[in-house]
């Protein structure tokens, strides 16, 4: 009788660490989706505006008129 009660018993912890297991792997992918779908950093906000006073100055092209 010890062997089946220790049996059923190891064999309930194997689903239970299998079920820990793909909980963890569910959660990484989430968190994984949220940093990318949700990240914040847009260099093209902050470093590409155009080009420059070098380049306007060698092209010829008048700087924009700001209002």
């Known amino acids: 009788m010890a062997t089946s009660v220790s049996a ?3 064999n ?3 689903k239970q660490d299998h079920q820990r297991g793909r909980l ?4 990484a992918r989430w968190r994984e989706f949220i940093a990318i779908a ?4 847009r260099p093209e906000l ?3 505006r155009g080009p420059g ?3 306007r100055a060698k092209h010829g ?3 924009p008129i700001r209002s």
């Open 8 to 10: 059923s018993a190891s």
């Open 12 to 14: 309930r912890t194997e």
């Open 24 to 27: 963890h792997s569910l959660r």
């Open 38 to 41: 949700f990240n914040s950093y």
């Open 46 to 48: 902050h470093y590409m």
């Open 53 to 55: 006073p070098a380049w």
């Open 61 to 63: 092209e008048k700087p």
